[in-house]
């Protein structure tokens, strides 16, 4: 038998069978984009034209220019309020469809959950707009309640928008990983620490959150890095003052016709993200023990 | 007699209209070891789970200590738990899982390393306290669940099967080492278990439950030699059945009409559980002897050997009498010079009238 047999009926050629599909894919939308990027980001352009000669001038410019150290600076402050406040705001839904609803429900609330995604994005988008408007839903009640003279204007073209308007749409994908591993903490552990004596708000610190921890971690991940890229809620919501990186990295592409510096700016938000989250997932190493 | 530790007074639980617990009334002493014992969903859980707080009753009331329980939730009582999966926290350490309860104290760290690390070696866990729970073995984790309770010096360690998941020897060897503690402590056990022969060697009194009722509360032995019905009887240990007719009662002296025996004249006392429709005979295996040679007996029955079961130091002999279908049980001990029987031959069997039991 040559190798090549061996290696046919072997597990790992099955495996490579399964996810063939997806590798495939992976490869072609993901990874080649990523190194064309990555080179991209070491060239020059010049109007139209692309110099392929290796220089580090992109990144020199994308981590020295104050304002892409601001803006880098600002997309890394919303994206984390955005992932604090979704978080904050996925757990009690999470724990309550955990603790609260009847087994034989939990199945419809999570169904439920998923409702806004019947909505394009864009659309909930607006209806923020709509909400938070000059003329909007909250100026019109206030002002119709007599509680203020003027339409407010904070609540609308700013940072505070896009906090908003990012964690409303991040929130169900946050309830579903912190549901689950809530469902995953063993009942009988909560009543012992009753049973020991501890109060139910202290129990929940001392039992239920530290065991749901890998759920919030999770949670944290998935919500943190998307936000940072973001540039459709900016743009649309954020105003001046709201814009984000990749909105830059977008001007740079398009408008400035500057590719190689976005494509540096680009990869430099990824390095700062990936090692955030790597800081965030070590510092709770000890939550995250997979099953021995 | 001083106040029992726990009291419940007509104590019902429901899951639904499922009666799980009915019109339980229970009296565990102060500082005994006391046994639930009973089949399979019977309600043992449930009724341990209600002294511990976990459950509410549906009627009824409970007592601890003479105080009632009502509206008291699980971490105000004077009670705690090893529950049947030992609930063990998987993200403590053996000596932070041991402290749980004196931190929820909010006792001086000083005490608190002292107490658990006394804890730690009386349960025989030294060096383990450093030790992630994960990485511990079915009976240490028993023995860490063990010692998490007794640091906080209950008034009473209820225990849920503590000892069903571990292999035979560790089992006996667990037993011995609770009765030990339990005495060196002495704090009111009450154990949950299905296994007759645990409650029995570990127990000062048990309570036998069938489905959610109690059926009788006795020390081990009244409830080996005195059980109140023929369900009893079967559960804790094994027991001959033979039909029994009730002829007449007089004063202290019951006549009676036994399958195979024949009339014979018995004490009302041998009637354990009242002779209220009492409808069977029950005989011990170990009551009955087989006799060889000259032996003789008080009374004597001639039987066929129908199986035989050797187990080295006993035989168990299924032998058949006249006019009954069902073959009944003898144990023999395997004393020198005693020949085992074979199926098929003849035996005289010996009883005494003494050792009958008229049930229900
Ligand atoms: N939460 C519940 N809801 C509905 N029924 C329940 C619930 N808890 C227990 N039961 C039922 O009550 C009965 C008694 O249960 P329990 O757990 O007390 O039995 P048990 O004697 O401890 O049995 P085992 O020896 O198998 O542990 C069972 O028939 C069980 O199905
Ligand atoms: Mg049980």
């Known amino acids: ?292 | 007699m001083t106040q029992p530790i726990i009291q419940l007074k007509g104590f019902d639980k429901f899951f639904g209209d499922f009666a799980a617990l009915s019109q339980v009334d229970l009296d565990i002493k102060t500082g005994e070891f006391f046994s639930l014992l009973g089949p399979s969903g019977c309600g043992k859980t449930t009724l341990l789970r209600s002294i511990a707080g976990f459950e509410t009753p549906s009627a009824g009331s409970l007592y601890i200590d003479g105080k009632t329980m009502e509206g008291v939730p699980a971490n105000k009582r004077p009670t705690n738990m090893v529950f049947q999966s030992y609930a063990i926290f998987p993200h403590m350490s053996v000596a932070e899982n041991v402290a749980y309860g004196l931190k929820a104290r909010r006792l001086p760290k000083a005490e608190i390393t002292t107490r658990v690390a006394e804890a730690i070696a009386m349960v025989g866990l030294e060096g383990f306290g450093g030790r992630a729970s994960h990485a511990l073995s079915g009976g240490q984790r028993q023995r860490v669940a063990l010692a998490r309770a007794l640091v906080l010096k209950p008034r009473v360690l209820l225990l849920d099967e503590p000892l069903s998941a571990l292999d035979k020897k560790l089992r006996e060897q667990m037993q011995s080492e609770l009765r030990r503690l339990q005495r060196a402590v002495g704090i009111t056990f009450v154990l949950v278990t299905h296994d007759q022969e645990e409650a029995l060697t570990m127990s000062d009194r048990i309570a036998v439950m069938f489905d959610g009722k109690i059926a009788q509360v006795a020390t081990p032995q009244a409830l080996y030699g005195q059980p109140c019905s023929r369900r009893v009887a079967n559960f804790i240990g094994m027991m001959n059945f033979l039909d029994a007719k009730i002829l007449s009662t007089s004063g202290d002296t019951v006549e009676v009409d036994v399958q195979s025996l024949g009339k014979l004249s018995l004490s009302l006392s041998q009637a354990t559980g009242g002779i209220e429709g009492c409808n069977s005979a029950g005989v011990r295996p170990e009551m009955l002897t087989i006799l060889t040679g000259s032996q003789t007996a008080e009374r004597e029955i001639e039987a066929v050997v129908s199986e035989v079961f050797y187990y080295g130091d006993m035989t168990y002999y299924d032998v058949r009498l006249p006019f009954k279908e069902e073959p009944i049980t003898i144990t023999m001990r395997n004393t020198a010079g005693r020949t085992v029987l074979a199926v098929g031959e003849n035996a005289r069997v010996g009883w005494s009238a003494s050792s009958l039991l008229l049930l229900r």
Not at chain 1, 151 to 165: D, E, G, K, R, W
């Open chain 1, 1 to 292: 038998m040559t190798w090549f047999q061996k290696w046919r009926r072997g597990e790992g050629a099955q495996g490579l069978f399964l996810i063939s599909p997806t590798l495939a894919f992976t490869l072609l939308l993901l990874a080649v984009p990523l190194v064309l990027v990555v080179a991209l980001s070491f060239w020059t352009q010049d109007y139209l034209t692309l110099h392929r000669t290796f220089t580090m001038d992109n990144y020199k410019t994308a981590w020295s220019e104050p304002m892409y150290q601001y803006l880098m600076g600002r997309s890394l402050k919303i994206s984390m309020m955005v992932t604090a406040m979704t978080v904050l705001l996925a757990y009690p839904v999470a724990y309550f469809i955990s603790f609260y609803v009847p087994p034989k429900r939990k199945a419809m609330w999570i169904f439920l959950i998923t409702i806004p995604f019947w909505t394009s994005y864009l659309m909930r988008i607006f209806l923020w707009k709509v909400i938070l408007g000059y003329n909007g839903v909250v100026n019109g009640s206030l002002m119709g309640l007599g509680l203020i003279e003027e339409p407010l204007s904070f609540i609308l073209y700013n940072q505070n928008a896009v906090v908003l308007t990012l964690a409303h749409a991040w929130v169900p994908f946050a309830i579903l990983p912190i549901f689950v591993a809530l469902e995953r903490v063993d009942r009988s552990l909560i009543e012992a620490a009753e049973d020991l004596g501890d109060s139910k708000l202290r129990r929940f610190f001392r039992v239920t959150l530290p065991l749901s921890m890998p759920g919030v971690i999770a949670a944290t991940i998935i919500v943190f890095i998307p936000t940072i890229g973001d540039y459709v809620t900016p743009r649309l919501v954020g105003g001046p003052n709201g814009l984000m990186i990749a909105n830059m990295i977008e001007l740079q592409f398009k408008k400035a016709n500057n590719a190689p510096l976005g494509a540096a700016l680009a990869i430099s938000a990824m390095a700062i993200v990936t090692c955030v989250a790597l800081i965030f997932i070590w510092m709770n190493k000890k939550y995250i023990r997979g099953a021995k």
